[in-house]
């Protein structure tokens, strides 16, 4: 099946540094990729839709200039938590795929902590 | 507005009984349905999905789910557990009109006992 790669898979670092993540379809081109984030036994919050070669489209409540979100390639786009804060704390995952009946396919996800 | 609904925080079940785990949706037009499951610290694995057909969907590692048109629901179901089935399941929807975004439930922790 579809596969997503998903790097780093954790992350530990002092507050204010900024962190990049990658998520990458390793086997087909994924124009759209999809960012979300995940507090403890909770469900997955729809940060961002990327878009390859266009800008980000942010769900509300999202900001921009904090989670910046690259799509330089059809196989490759990065979320940057930029000064990263301890708030900023959690579960990263990314998916790619999953247009019309397609399903999503989801990385393993990103564990965030910020100190 | 759009929603899913995940009406069980947690199901427990005894190993080799019969599992349900609920999903009702509340989406205008003929959405897609899926299945997805997560184990502890990873991503979503798909399990199944619903487009069109039969109102039973036959998915990976045993597992099955019942579409019903007229109660908009989409259960998930197993006819014997296994420990190792123990995890967390999401119901997703996906609009027929969408883009692509997923309306996720809020998810059910399935707990199977030996």
């Known amino acids: 099946g579809a596969v997503v790669s998903q790097h780093p898979s954790r992350v530990i670092c002092k507050s204010g540094t900024s962190v990049k993540i990658e998520c990458r379809s390793l086997?087909?081109?994924?124009?759209?990729m999809f960012w979300y984030r995940q507090f403890p036994k909770q469900s997955l919050m729809l940060m961002a839709t990327s878009n390859e070669g266009s800008k980000a489209t942010y769900e509300q409540g999202v900001e921009k200039d904090k989670f910046l979100i690259n799509h330089a390639s059809l196989t490759l786009s990065t979320l940057t938590v930029t000064s990263a804060h301890p708030e900023d704390s959690s579960f990263y995952i990314c998916s790619a795929g999953g247009q019309g009946r397609q399903p999503q396919h989801f990385g393993d996800g990103t564990r965030l902590s910020i100190l | 507005a759009q929603s899913v609904a995940q009406p069980e925080d947690q199901v427990n079940v005894a190993e080799g009984n019969p599992l349900t785990v609920k999903c009702t949706y509340s989406?205008?037009?003929?959405?897609?349905l899926f299945w997805y499951v997560q184990y502890p610290n990873r991503g979503l694995q798909f399990l199944l999905k619903y487009i069109t057909g039969d109102n039973l969907v036959k998915g990976s590692y045993g597992f099955e789910a019942e579409f019903n048109k007229s109660q908009t629901s989409f259960h998930l179901k197993k006819p014997s557990a296994l420990v190792s089935d123990s995890a967390l399941y999401f119901c997703a929807v996906r609009p027929s009109s969408n883009t692509g975004k997923l309306i996720f439930g809020q998810g059910t922790t399935l707990q199977v006992k030996p």
């Open positions: 086997d087909f081109q994924a124009t759209t």
């Open positions: 989406v205008s037009g003929n959405p897609y």
